[in-house]
């Protein structure tokens, strides 16, 4: 059973690496909606693999704030992250629901959350590698 929950860790992480890698791409090209979606798509991925190499049943949300409280139920160290993972949150909205769409982020916007949101990637990453 340890081996499975690594083995899907690593799976998550893999596609968090990927989606950030998309969101790069589409700040490249000038598309910083895609850019700012995928950004949140690999935040959420880098959470749901802490939570769940934690023990975390994996359940169905695209909310950050949600996933960051989660993660408090057992490493309260990301609790400063919440108010940026908000505003990460509202990049999936932009994207993915036209009602939201007026509030499109700024090629700007995009890489002061990417900066913002780094460190935390770091530590999860760097978690992940002291738990496997």
């Known amino acids: 059973m340890p081996h499975e929950k690594e083995a899907l860790t690593a799976e998550w992480l893999r596609i968090a690496d990927e989606d950030m890698e998309r969101s790069e791409i589409m700040l490249s090209h ?14 959420e991925k880098y ?10 049943t994996l359940r169905k949300t695209h909310d950050l704030p949600v996933l960051l409280t989660e993660l408090g139920n057992y490493d309260r160290g ?10 990460i949150s509202q990049l999936y909205w932009a994207e993915r629901y036209p009602p939201f769409a007026r509030m499109a ?14 460190r935390m990637i770091d530590a999860i990453k760097q978690r992940l590698r002291s738990q496997t």
């Not at 000038?30 to 935040?43: E, I, K, R, S, T």
């Not at 990301?78 to 505003?87: A, F, G, N, V």
């Not at 982020?105 to 913002?116: C, K, M, S, V």
């Open 30 to 43: 000038h598309n910083p909606v895609g850019a700012g979606f995928y950004l949140q798509q690999a935040v």
């Open 105 to 118: 982020p700024t090629e700007a916007d995009i890489h002061r959350l990417r900066q913002g949101i780094q």
């Open 47 to 56: 959470l749901k693999a802490l939570l769940i190499l934690y023990g975390w």
């Open 78 to 87: 990301y609790d400063s992250y919440l108010d940026i993972c908000e505003e």
